[in-house]
């Protein structure tokens, strides 16, 4: 398998915190290319009272992206989907076809405040699961109530929920703490999926060379292998992935 995929990024000009505008768009394009990223799940933030952008003009903006990096010579597979902001009625409005699934999968990429208590969490991603939905728990190691406990995310990991870790918390730029805590979930083979999380083409760009060979060289190439290409092809291709591997 060629190259690299990030399932979590705010790549989308205009729709959310991320690029703001389509120059920095394409810039943010650019630099994953050359971080060796061929496949990206494209995730605007999908929150309540928000203006959201609409899985049509999702799927709209993604053709006229795929056809501007075809013009430049980056054959790069786009696909549509959300970091879903969870609330009570999340299961229904993914049902009624209102918010985008990762890549149009059973995945679901989820997030909660970063002071949400562990409970809130813990329900509402097994809320997800019997809805019929896999939740990815985005960026696990910024929730407090679980980056303080091993044991909770252990929890969590036992209950079948994917995790995804940012590459930047991997390599340090948001405090020893908090690499320490990414690390550790890498070091036990609790996280599921890295991902860029970006946001823009400087601070938080769509940069993953340095965090591949980081895992590649402290946990081992097959490791890396399957957080960066294996985990995500299944998503794409809506295949089981087991969570206790």
Excluded at 31 to 42: D, K, P, S
Excluded at 201 to 219: S, T
């Amino acid at each position: 398998m060629q190259g690299y995929t990030d399932i979590h990024c705010h790549l989308f000009p205009c729709v959310d915190d991320g690029a703001r505008s389509r120059e920095m768009s394409m810039e943010m394009f650019r630099i994953a290319w050359e971080n060796g990223i061929r496949r990206m799940i494209l995730t605007p933030h999908n929150k309540p009272e928000r203006r959201n952008i609409s899985k049509m003009s999702l799927e709209k903006g993604l053709a006229e992206l795929r056809q501007a990096l075809g013009d430049l010579g980056m054959d790069m597979e786009l696909y549509a989907g959300s970091e879903i902001y969870y609330r009570s009625d999340v299961a229904e409005l993914l049902e009624q076809g209102d918010i985008p699934t990762m890549a149009g999968s059973s995945y679901v990429l989820v997030e909660f405040s970063p002071m949400d208590g562990f409970n809130h969490i813990r329900n509402g991603i097994y809320r997800l699961q019997a809805a019929g939905y896999q939740p990815v728990l985005a960026h696990a190691e910024r929730y407090r109530c679980v980056s303080s406990s091993m044991e909770k995310a252990g929890e969590l990991y036992g209950m079948g929920c994917y995790i995804q870790v940012n590459a930047d918390s991997i390599m340090g730029a948001n405090g020893w703490q908090v690499r320490h805590f990414a690390r550790m979930l890498l070091k036990k083979r609790m996280a599921h999926f890295v991902a860029t999380d970006a946001h823009d083409d400087m601070r938080r760009a769509p940069c993953l060379v340095n965090c591949v060979k980081y895992i590649g060289r402290h946990f081992g190439e097959d490791y890396m292998a399957q957080l960066f290409q294996v985990n995500p092809s299944r998503i794409i291709a809506d295949e089981y992935i087991d969570a206790m591997v």
